[in-house]
């Protein structure tokens, strides 16, 4: 795509903004007319043009000096992944340095499937946002071949400063590369915590939940007022989630208040556009370094404090009651520390993944459900009906 064009010695340049090759192309065409015609006659005939070239070439050399040290340090390896790459297909118009950012709208998802409908063959199409060249997958062969068939390729997410100080060393089991640490812990999380058994104990609770907001809704109702129902979701998933994981007295002291808002702090961090997902590069500067991982340590710090302190709790109850069935995700960790070798902070990470995953993604469900059915008026009226049958078959039992 030609994107910008200059003019030297009365003869037009091109420059072509292909693969990172525009400046270099343009300067060899530069270099090439000064070998020609030789710097000096350009001098005399002509000092003002012969001036803007010398000025051009000067500001070109560092581009140049650049281009070449990169493509020294490029290694073999990544000419041939780039080579691969290149047999993808992809959007045509992407730009130098932010890829095919500008491509990518408000709504990622209606985006990408958009480019994909476009672009993608046998379900496949290369984006590169930013530095990071990224795989759309976009069909039902295609994503099976990646989520089952090549799923240890893709099964780690990639590093981040970040994460790292959120959670221990990425040692939870989302940010966990794959390997036997991940193993161990995702083991943890099938057999002992998200299990259909732990479900069928919590169902009370959550029903209890379910209640406290219902009574919520019909207050305001019944006072006419307006009710905040994406707060009023969040809460009921956070406090849901709570119970589960640091069991019944949850809302001791207004933790439950407490995760809510550093659930959000994680969530602002991880989640969003941050630049060095799409320039991991910048994270090796220094100041660029601090700047990203300041807020992280002081989240990480609020969340330190609370997690020492919900587990030192739940040692002390642990040593005075045994055999509870409502054990919670705190107690189920503690007495498999041993037998999977889990260390403090191993805890730590697993709790508050585990309170992130689980308040974030139910609440967005359900908020997403409650706006479909507000488009949706004759949807919403059958639902009403359904419910309402439901709840006279219940009165008469
Ligand atoms: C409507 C509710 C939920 C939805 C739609 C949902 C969806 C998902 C999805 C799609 C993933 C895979 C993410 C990925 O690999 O990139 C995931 C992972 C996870 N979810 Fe949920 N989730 C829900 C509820 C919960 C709850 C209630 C909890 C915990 C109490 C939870 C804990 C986790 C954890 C720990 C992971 C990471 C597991 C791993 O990477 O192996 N989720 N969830």
Redesign the pocket.
């Given at each position: 795509m030609q994107a910008a064009s200059q003019t030297h010695c009365n003869s037009r340049i091109q420059i072509e903004w292909t693969s990172g090759g525009c400046t270099a192309r343009a300067m060899a065409q530069v270099l090439q007319q000064l070998h020609m015609r030789g710097l000096h006659d350009q001098l005399r005939q002509s000092p003002l043009q012969a001036t803007a070239l010398v000025y051009s070439l000067l500001l070109a050399c560092p581009v140049i000096l650049l281009l070449l040290a990169r493509r020294c340090a490029t290694s073999a390896a990544a000419r041939k992944k780039e080579r691969l790459l290149r047999m993808l297909p992809s959007p045509p118009h992407w730009l130098p340095v932010i890829g095919h950012l500008h491509l990518v709208g408000r709504l990622p998802h209606v985006s990408l499937r958009d480019l994909a409908a476009d672009h993608s063959r046998g379900g496949l199409m290369l984006l590169r946002l930013g530095a990071v060249p990224t795989l759309i997958v976009s069909s039902p062969r295609a994503t099976e071949a990646v989520l089952r068939t090549h799923d240890h390729v893709f099964a780690s997410?990639a590093c981040s400063p970040v994460t790292d100080i959120l959670f221990y060393g990425s040692t939870?089991?989302?940010?966990a590369p794959y390997g036997e640490h991940?193993r161990q812990?995702?083991k943890i999380?099938?057999t002992h915590?998200?299990t259909n058994k732990k479900v069928r104990v919590y169902r009370h609770a959550h029903e209890q939940e379910v209640r406290l907001v219902m009574e919520k809704t019909h207050e305001a109702a019944v006072a006419g007022a307006t009710i905040d129902l994406s707060s009023l979701l969040s809460s009921y998933?956070n406090d849901?989630?709570c119970h589960?994981?640091s069991g019944k007295f949850f809302r001791e002291e207004g933790r439950n208040k407490l995760i809510q808002e550093l659930v959000e702090a994680n969530s602002s961090l991880i989640g969003g556009f941050n630049l060095e997902d799409y320039f991991p590069i910048l994270v090796k500067l220094d100041l660029f370094k601090r700047m990203l991982c300041a807020k992280a340590l002081k989240v990480n710090e609020r969340w330190n404090e609370l997690l020492d302190k919900l587990i030192g709790d739940h040692e002390r109850r642990l040593a005075s009651q045994h055999g509870d069935e409502e054990s919670d995700?705190i107690d189920v960790l503690l007495s498999v520390q041993e037998e999977y070798n889990l260390t403090r902070d191993h805890i730590k990470a697993?709790l508050e993944?585990?309170?992130?995953?689980?308040?974030d993604?139910?609440?967005?469900?359900?908020e997403y459900a409650m706006i479909k059915l507000m488009q949706n008026p004759n949807i919403m009226t059958k639902l009403q009906t359904e419910l309402r049958m439901t709840d006279d078959c219940t009165d008469r039992k």
């Open positions: 997410r939870d089991v989302s940010f991940w812990v995702k999380a099938t915590l998200l998933t849901v989630v589960a994981v995700f697993q993944i585990m309170f992130e995953a689980g308040t993604t139910p609440y967005i469900v359900l």
